[in-house]
């Protein structure tokens, strides 16, 4: 490994959204971040527009291989992994439908990427990650995960179940693992594909009464990272104005 003073963060669904104002966030705290994204011209974009401190790589969270051989190129590019952000997922709103009527396919699909990508990202980073000081992973599940019947609302419950168990398998290497549970933030893909009936009836469920913004989500994540919540581990916070109280 040739080894390099900045802390390294790895960013999934790097390209867009959440992942993208992850990136601007750890690198604006001095990290070096990778935005990883399915979408390598949206990875690309994202860190020319973060800066000197970003990188672009192309990867299917997906596929296990892909991921391994992923985060041992940047281990030996960059000397190690001190964060892993398990964020891309599948969230569309014409896919938020009971498993039946979704059907079996597109239901797998949707677990390879939101379950099946947070076991493969994590066993692939956890030998650049084993004893490096503060080293943690964080995790996006949603306000989805609390009690809803559909796919997605499923596969982010097992993200909550991958939070704890991995947070005891990684907890003796010094790995502390906990995730984020997001309510309704007004991400680009958010606004460009949620009926409006739907956005209402998740604001009227919130006791804060304004929207989500990314930065809501980042501040959860800049606390989960830093050695502030070094105490923290297992946990999915949930940040949602409230709206999950009501479910
Ligand atoms: N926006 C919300 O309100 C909200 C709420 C709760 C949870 N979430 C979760 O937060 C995460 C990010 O949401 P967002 O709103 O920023 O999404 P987004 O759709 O804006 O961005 C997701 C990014 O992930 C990438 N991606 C998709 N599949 C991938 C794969 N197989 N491998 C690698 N990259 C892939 C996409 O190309 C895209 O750039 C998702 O896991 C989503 O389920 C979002």
């Known amino acids: ?8 963060a790895v960013i999934t669904g790097g390209g867009r959204g959440f992942g993208k104002a ?3 966030a750890f690198a604006g705290e001095g990290m070096l971040v990778v935005q990883v994204d399915i979408d390598l011209a949206a990875a690309e974009a994202a860190a020319a527009e973060i800066g000197p401190n970003a990188r672009a790589m192309q990867g299917d969270v997906a596929d296990e291989p892909a ?3 992923l985060m041992r190129t940047i281990a030996e590019e960059h000397g190690g992994i001190d ?5 891309a997922g599948i969230h569309s709103a014409e896919a938020n439908l009971p498993i039946g009527v979704l059907g079996t396919a597109r239901t797998r699909q949707m677990f390879d990427v939101n379950v099946w990508g947070v076991i ?21 599940s949603s306000m989805a995960a609390y009690g809803s019947q559909m796919a ?8 909550r179940g991958l939070t704890a168990s991995f947070a005891h398998e990684l907890g003796g290497e010094g790995i502390r693992v906990n995730a984020i549970a997001p309510g309704l933030i007004l991400t680009e893909t958010i606004k460009a594909e949620l009926p409006e009936d739907v956005r209402s009836r998740v604001k009227a469920m919130q006791i804060v009464k304004r929207d989500g913004a990314e930065e809501d989500v980042v501040g959860a994540a800049l606390w989960l990272a830093s ?10 916070i949930r940040v949602s104005g409230g709206a999950t109280l009501q479910v």
Not at 83 to 87: A, P, S, V, Y
């Open 227 to 236: 050695p502030a919540a070094s105490f923290v581990t297992g946990e999915t």
């Open 67 to 69: 991921m391994h051989a």
């Open 83 to 87: 964060l892993l952000i398990n964020n």
């Open 120 to 140: 493969h990202c994590t066993l692939a980073a956890r030998p650049f990650m084993q004893g490096r000081k503060g080293a943690s992973i964080i995790n996006i």
């Open 152 to 159: 997605y609302g499923v596969t982010k419950l097992a993200v």
């Open 22 to 24: 992850f990136g601007h």
């Open 1 to 8: 490994m040739s080894g390099s003073a900045a802390r390294v």
